[in-house]
């Protein structure tokens, strides 16, 4: 399986080395060399191989600190930077021995799918892992990740969106299952209308799985105009629309606005994550209005837009990020 070629990166060049040859003869006088014998020249040596690309370095995620219960989302983290982060010479499958040396159950690697990535040398990077769930035994990450591997002399990457289901028992979190979405790489070239205005403006950043969702017709028009009337003030990253998001509300039977793809979920606004912000922040506050002035009906965020007894929300499950829904 192939993905993008990443293009503008520094590439490393096999050097050519010389070796000086010419060595005179030890003699007591010497004399120049007899005419029609020419000195020895430089060998230049061949390549012993295609340049290798140099991958970006494995950074682990670490959480800011403003975070709720950290220690969820780098549980999280771990195990798929594990899955996903493959050193050169060694065979991306099985995984087994690296989700061990994560302090994670091997057995995930079952279920691994596309976070295992296509090839090694690989890199997988935690663009963010956002809640989808939180109580006190039991949590949810919507987590976008990164991954970059090398195919030949080219670096390739794709960007994998994945649900990781968390449980707590003796007091430490630990991964239970994972839920991967497949890749859709050929997805952005089936939007049309404003849903292609929205993937192709640049203003808001779309995970392949939420290009996927666009192209599939799954997503509410309602949902693409907020989106489009945001990006004309603000620039978004955006974390899910449907798919990778758990299908019923987190802990209920009841199915979820993301499920009938009434919904999307904001995780930084001009480039600064929403758990970063203060939540007396104005700038918050200000983005939250302009959520609310598209006509949303469904605003959870960490502050309430309307306060107490209205029809948005706030809670600790939405520090991380803003959800924009329509109920109706």
Same mark, same amino acid.
């Given at each position: 399986?192939?993905? !993008?070629?990443?293009?503008?990166?520094?590439?490393?060049?096999?050097?050519?080395?010389?070796?000086? #040859?010419?060595?005179?003869?030890?003699?007591?006088?010497?004399?120049?060399?007899?005419?029609? !014998?020419?000195?020895?020249?430089?060998?230049?040596?061949?390549?012993? +191989?295609?340049?290798?690309?140099?991958?970006?370095?494995?950074?682990?995620?670490?959480?800011?600190?403003?975070?709720?219960?950290?220690e969820?989302?780098?549980?999280?983290?771990?195990?798929?930077? #594990?899955l996903?982060?493959?050193?050169? +010479?060694?065979?991306?499958?099985?995984?087994?021995d !690296?989700?061990?040396?994560?302090?994670?159950? %091997?057995?995930?690697?079952?279920? $691994?799918?596309?976070?295992?990535?296509?090839?090694? %040398?690989?890199? $997988?990077?935690?663009?963010?892992?956002?809640?989808?769930?939180?109580?006190?035994?039991?949590?949810?990450?919507?987590?976008?990740?990164?991954?970059?591997?090398?195919?030949?002399?080219?670096?390739r990457?794709?960007?994998?969106?994945?649900?990781?289901?968390?449980?707590?028992?003796?007091?430490?979190?630990?991964? $239970?299952?994972?839920?991967?979405?497949?890749?859709? %790489?050929?997805?952005? $070239?089936?939007?049309?209308?404003?849903?292609?205005?929205?993937?192709?403006?640049? !203003?808001?950043?779309?995970?392949?799985?939420?290009?996927?969702?666009?192209? #599939?017709?799954?997503?509410?028009?309602?949902?693409?105009?907020?989106?489009?009337e945001?990006?004309?003030?603000?620039?978004?990253?955006?974390?899910?629309?449907? #798919?990778?998001?758990?299908?019923?509300?987190?802990?209920?039977?009841?199915?979820?606005?993301?499920?009938?793809?009434?919904?999307?979920?904001?995780?930084?606004?001009?480039?600064?994550p929403?758990?970063?912000?203060?939540?007396?922040?104005?700038?918050?506050?200000?983005?939250?209005a302009?959520?609310?002035?598209?006509?949303?009906d469904?605003?959870?965020?960490?502050?309430?837009?309307?306060?107490?007894?209205?029809?948005?929300?706030?809670?600790?499950?939405?520090?991380?990020?803003?959800?924009?829904?329509?109920?109706?």
């Amino acid at each position: 399986m192939t993905g !993008r070629s990443v293009g503008r990166r520094g590439f490393l060049v096999a050097a050519a080395g010389v070796v000086a #040859a010419a060595c005179g003869v030890d003699e007591p006088s010497p004399s120049p060399p007899r005419a029609g !014998r020419s000195l020895p020249r430089p060998v230049r040596k061949q390549p012993e +191989g295609p340049a290798v690309p140099a991958l970006p370095a494995s950074v682990p995620w670490q959480p800011g600190a403003a975070e709720i219960s950290p220690e969820v989302k780098v549980a999280a983290a771990r195990v798929l930077e #594990a899955l996903g982060t493959v050193p050169g +010479g060694v065979a991306v499958v099985p995984a087994a021995d !690296r989700l061990t040396a994560a302090g994670a159950d %091997p057995a995930l690697a079952a279920t $691994a799918g596309p976070l295992l990535p296509p090839a090694a %040398p690989a890199v $997988a990077r935690i663009v963010y892992p956002q809640y989808g769930g939180l109580e006190s035994s039991t949590a949810s990450i919507m987590a976008v990740v990164r991954q970059t591997w090398a195919d030949g002399t080219t670096l390739r990457e794709r960007v994998v969106t994945a649900e990781v289901r968390l449980r707590r028992s003796g007091g430490a979190w630990t991964v $239970a299952e994972l839920r991967p979405v497949a890749p859709a %790489p050929e997805a952005a $070239a089936a939007l049309t209308g404003p849903a292609a205005e929205l993937a192709a403006g640049g !203003r808001v950043q779309l995970p392949e799985a939420a290009v996927a969702d666009l192209a #599939a017709g799954v997503v509410d028009a309602r949902v693409v105009a907020a989106l489009l009337e945001l990006a004309g003030t603000y620039r978004l990253a955006v974390s899910v629309f449907r #798919a990778g998001h758990p299908e019923n509300v987190f802990g209920t039977g009841r199915t979820s606005n993301h499920t009938r793809g009434r919904a999307v979920d904001i995780w930084a606004v001009d480039d600064r994550p929403v758990v970063s912000m203060a939540k007396d922040e104005p700038f918050l506050l200000d983005f939250l209005a302009a959520v609310r002035a598209t006509g949303s009906d469904e605003i959870g965020g960490p502050v309430d837009p309307d306060g107490p007894g209205g029809q948005h929300f706030a809670d600790d499950l939405h520090r991380d990020h803003v959800h924009l829904g329509f109920e109706r």
